[in-house]
């Protein structure tokens, strides 16, 4: 489900809708801009225009597997003739094109493909196309610190229940008289556990798969595995507290984690529809 913002361009309102990191803009709101009275009109000449028709096409084929070329022959053929006319309905349906979407609804409206709307936003004005094109990189930029500092805060939290969790062991898992070698291999056992439970694999199995990577497999986390990461580390004390095997908290955690895991991506699910 796509998710919705707004940027404000010279006292104008322009809609958003994100989906899978790909961005799309109202042109219906940069047309409105222009002129709020024939708003349809103005898309429909801007889609008529033989160089527009091309634009779409070529961004198509470099993005759309699923394009159809041989119609985006014919339009572009007849594209500029007096008697081509064109709608971004007619366009999606007879191409099976991808970068102009038709939303209606809530936040309705025709929508394209960032670099495409900044191509409409420059047929209507240089100007304008400007303006947008900063208010949309101050948008990316905000919600790129506001997702850092999320993923930092998940991970001091991740840190605080480690401390914890190795507390644990250390007070129920660790005889006095092991070597320090042997300590830091429990640890690290343990550890393991918990990636087991969340990832599916230990740290070095993580590592010989992704060579070329920096980190290790907790920094490649997403939000949502770090939040039920910081959990299994706090519930994984509670259980060594409580002396069950190892055996068996693997495969409680690994039940704990799947459950967290469904409700995390089913309540994210469920807000994005709101």
Known sequence: MAKSNKIEVKGSEINILSNSEQDYICITDIARHKDPEHIDDIIKNWLRNRNTIELLGYWEILNNPNFK?????GFRKQAGLNSFTMTAKKWIE???????????G???GTYAYKDIAFEFASWISIEF?????????????????????????QRTISKINYRIHTDAIKENLIPLSLSTNQKNFIYADEADILNVALFGKTAK???????NEKGNIRDMATIEQLVVLSNLESINAMLIQQEIIQQERLIKL?????????????????????
């Open 254 to 274: 690994n039940e704990i984690a799947i459950s967290q895991m469904k409700s995390l991506i089913n309540t994210n699910a469920l807000s994005k529809l709101k």
């Open 69 to 73: 070329p041989v119609e985006f022959d």
């Open 94 to 104: 007879s191409t099976n094109a991808i970068g102009i979407i038709s939303k209606s």
């Open 129 to 153: 196309k400007l303006y947008i094109i900063k208010e949309f990189q101050r948008l990316k930029e905000e919600e790129n610190s506001s997702k850092k500092l999320e993923w930092n805060l």
């Open 205 to 211: 199995e993580w590592r010989t798969e992704n060579p």
């Open 106 to 108: 809530r936040y309705g």
